[in-house]
């Protein structure tokens, strides 16, 4: 019954690789979005999705590259993984203004 | 650039006691969420408010925005060890795009 469930939660892996991260969401909600999580707690927008239709696209180096099969599901792929993409990142989903439900979070380190 | 400034950036203080946390900004925003985030988890949204002046109690906090709608505060009162976390504030502009401060964290020494 978990509103925003992403996978996985922990993600260790070496600078170079390709890896993806999944999001769900069974709220009925229109957006969906990945945040991004760093050290000092500052969350950012990467991604925002309405739709199907990417909305916000913010400044995010074009390794990242969200997937929507649905309005249910947004996909986070990241190829060739540097150091500096260590983070928590954060899906998120609302509808209109009413407030964003996150996930709990995925946890990226890169080595 | 819309900025939200949240203050103080750390507070920790005795169960018992009563704290305000503030979040300002030079931008006006049409909405106002707070949101609460514990370790290893996604922030959980409190409240929104939308209107200037606006008030809303969720038990022990409080939470006001200002007349202006640039700022906003959250007092909570007899704090218990249990409102330990981050505490952020999220702006929503027009095009409901939200931007959030970088939080102030609070901890509640038992």
């Known amino acids: 019954d978990t509103a925003v469930s992403q996978t996985p939660k922990y993600l260790v892996t070496q600078m170079g690789n390709d890896k993806s991260i999944k999001c769900e969401q069974n709220l009925g909600h229109d957006t969906m979005y990945w945040y991004k999580q760093d050290s000092k707690k500052f969350l950012k927008i990467m991604f925002s999705?309405?739709?199907?239709?990417?909305?916000i696209n913010e400044t995010v180096p074009n390794r990242f590259s969200p997937k929507s099969p649905d309005k249910a599901h947004l996909n986070l792929h990241i190829n060739s993984l540097e150091l500096g993409d260590s983070a928590v990142y954060f899906c998120?989903?609302?509808?209109?203004?009413?407030?964003?439900?996150f996930g709990s979070g995925t946890r990226l380190t890169v080595v | 650039t819309q900025l939200l400034e949240q203050s103080p950036q750390f507070l920790s203080i005795q169960e018992g006691e009563n704290l305000t946390v503030y979040c300002n900004s030079s931008s006006v925003f049409s909405s106002l969420q707070w949101y609460r985030q514990e370790p290893g988890e996604g922030p959980v949204l409190l409240v929104t408010v939308v209107t200037g002046g606006e008030v809303k109690k969720l038990k022990r906090l409080t939470f006001q925005f200002g007349d202006a709608r640039k700022d906003s505060s959250l007092h909570i009162t007899a704090a218990q060890p249990g409102d330990t976390g981050l505490y952020l504030c999220?702006?929503?502009?027009?095009?409901?795009?939200?931007?959030f401060g970088k939080g102030t964290r609070l901890h509640i020494l038992p």
């Open positions: 998120a989903s609302s509808q209109g203004s009413k407030g964003y439900t």
């Open positions: 999220a702006g929503a502009n027009r095009d409901d795009k939200i931007i």
């Open positions: 999705y309405n739709n199907k239709e990417l909305i």
